[in-house]
Nanobody
């Protein structure tokens, strides 16, 4: 059974920084993508940053230049360094891993709250 455990959320001031970490337990085969999503109050879940199996990363336009994704397939860890935080970054952040070949599976963390005060 695969479980993703997140840490590092909390309260930050406008312009501050936070680092989110996620560690996966269990066996993962053929990881296709590792990254972070978020859901702000009253909004749909959205992609924040994700890296595919070729090592190519994509970021939401709203976080480009401020957030940096790092992943380690061997250690099964995903981290998100968030700098220059804004109030609009306030959301619950979810770690995500997609794995599999013919059949693909999505795994999600429990979510960690990030609150940015203006």
């Amino acid at each position: 059974q695969v479980q993703l455990v997140e840490s590092g959320g909390g309260l930050a001031q406008h312009g501050g920084s936070l680092r989110l970490s996620c560690a996966a337990s269990g066996t993962l085969f053929a990881i296709n993508a590792m990254g972070w999503y978020r859901r702000a109050p009253g909004k749909r879940r959205e992609l924040v940053a994700e890296m595919d199996s070729d090592g190519v990363s994509q970021y939401a336009d709203s976080v480009k230049g401020r957030f940096t994704l790092s992943t380690d397939k061997v250690e099964k860890t995903v981290a998100l360094q968030m700098n220059s935080l804004k109030a609009e970054d306030t959301a619950v952040y979810y770690c995500h891993i997609n794995e599999g070949a013919e059949l693909r599976y999505d795994y999600w963390g429990q979510g960690t709250q990030v609150t940015v005060s203006s």
